[in-house]
């Protein structure tokens, strides 16, 4: 079975810190990949999606980046963190056809202090 | 462009009532429409789908039907527990892109 898996669940750091997270699938191949970010209280926002190695398209102009060294691992980065990237960071995977359910990673926590 | 609204929160009910969380959509063609859950700390966890009109997807006694003629994907449950409470959040698909969310339902259900 296919299983997504996220770390580390929380993180606090200073500003203008790096930052990386990282989310990792198993069990299935070339998946859609996907960060959002979800501030207190707030809906969902769409960060960066992946449909393969290398490829990775940007949804909101930020101080974020995204890459995706394997098939399975992609990777969310900061040079240097701002208050405003405090929130809940959440990974999910999917295939590419159109009636599958995304799958969610159980989440970051990162806190700017 | 593709887009999906919810109702506005929260919604609070006493245990044993009847829960509607009311979802509609925008969207050219057939999408897939999905309802997922979010318990407090947790990640999302999708709860039902459907797939084309007049499909009714349905889970741990939530339903939803969806109606391609009011452009609707109602999320439905007889009698809710305290355990649901949670934040619920409507979805849609379409070509294999990435969900569109819409900006979630926070449901307290109090004893």
């Known amino acids: 079975s296919q299983t997504i898996h996220q770390w580390p669940a929380t993180l606090v750091q200073p500003v203008g810190s790096p930052l990386s997270l990282e989310c990792t699938v198993e069990?299935?191949?070339?998946?859609?990949l996907y960060w959002y970010r979800q501030a207190a209280g707030r809906g969902l926002q769409l960060l960066f999606y992946?449909?393969?190695?290398?490829?990775i398209s940007s949804e909101v102009p930020q101080n974020l980046s995204a890459s995706r060294p394997q098939d399975r691992q992609f990777i969310l980065s900061s040079k240097k963190l701002l208050l405003s990237d405090s929130g809940f960071y959440l990974c999910?995977?999917?295939?590419?056809?159109?009636?599958?359910?995304?799958?969610f990673g159980d989440g970051t926590r990162l806190s700017i202090l | 462009g593709n887009s999906v609204t919810q109702m506005e929160g929260p919604v609070t009910l006493s245990e044993e009532a009847f829960l509607t969380i009311n979802c509609t959509y925008t969207?050219?063609?057939?999408?897939?429409l999905f309802w997922y859950v979010q318990y407090p700390g947790e990640g999302l966890q999708l709860l039902l789908k459907a797939t084309k009109a007049d499909d009714k997807g349905s889970n741990k006694g939530f339903e939803a039907t969806y109606r391609k003629e009011t452009t609707s994907f109602h999320l439905e449950k007889g009698s809710v527990q305290v355990s649901d409470s949670a934040v619920y959040f409507c979805?849609?698909?379409?070509?294999?892109?990435?969900?569109?969310f819409g900006k979630g339902t926070t449901l307290s259900v109090s004893s």
């Open positions: 979805a849609l698909n379409q070509a294999g892109t990435a969900l569109i």
């Open positions: 992946s449909v393969g190695i290398g490829q």
């Open positions: 999910a995977w999917t295939t590419s056809y159109r009636d599958q359910p995304q799958h």
């Open positions: 069990g299935t191949s070339n998946p859609n």
């Open positions: 969207a050219t063609g057939y999408p897939s």
